[in-house]
């Protein structure tokens, strides 16, 4: 595979890690109420519709650890995981070629050389600022135990068989027994959002417009459970 096909490969796992990452935490934002929300547990979590609104804050609890799990650790091919783009962007050839085109610039005029050779000195700089905390903040996850265990109830459940057979009833897994807790899943999405980000900087110099895309989970998750 040439170089330039290896990026463009790149660019299409930096677009659907993206994707990816946005479709699950918008699904923690209707999540989070029925967790969280004193008025939606009490609405919904008692009386008969407490059994079916356990069964659907549990879908969607063991659904989003097991999207964490995939989206930091799958290493297929296609996987637009975090440590596969992490391992692309360990190579130094495909680093220098997003750095060349991170810091290009069109020159207009000759007369406005020495301002667009300031302007690129200041983007290598933001490149490689960039780059060394991208890396980082990987490293610095890749340990982490409750990610460890997003991949470990993937790997022995969600994957597999999602119910376990408790003598009385089916139910999900006990996620204490796996040291995580309710509000893992928030703490671990919003450590991945940096990660994120950077890959976007890096690898198609793109920005993302947070702010708006969490009014947007607001308002879905307030259309649901304020009606």
Known sequence: ?????????????????????????????????????????????????????????????????????????????????????????????????????YISEFVPNADFSEFYDARRRAKLLQFGAHYAELIRLITSTEGDPELKSCKNIRDKFTAHIELQFTGEEYSYPDISKYSLKWNSPKRLLNDFRPIVERIGYIVRDASFSWDSFGKQNERVSNGLWET
């Not at 209707?30 to 009386?47: W, Y």
């Open 1 to 101: 595979m040439n170089l330039t096909t290896r990026i463009q490969k790149l660019k299409g796992l930096s677009v659907n890690l993206l994707t990816f990452y946005l479709g699950t935490v918008r699904k923690y934002a209707v999540l989070d109420r029925m967790i969280f929300s004193q008025a939606v547990c009490e609405k919904f979590g008692s009386g008969k519709a407490s059994q079916g609104y356990a069964i659907l804050r549990e879908t969607l609890y063991y659904g989003i650890v097991q999207d964490i799990a995939n989206m930091y650790f799958d290493n297929g091919s296609k996987a637009p995981s975090i440590l596969n783009i992490r391992n692309m962007l360990l190579d130094e050839i495909i680093v220098s070629s997003l750095r060349e085109k």
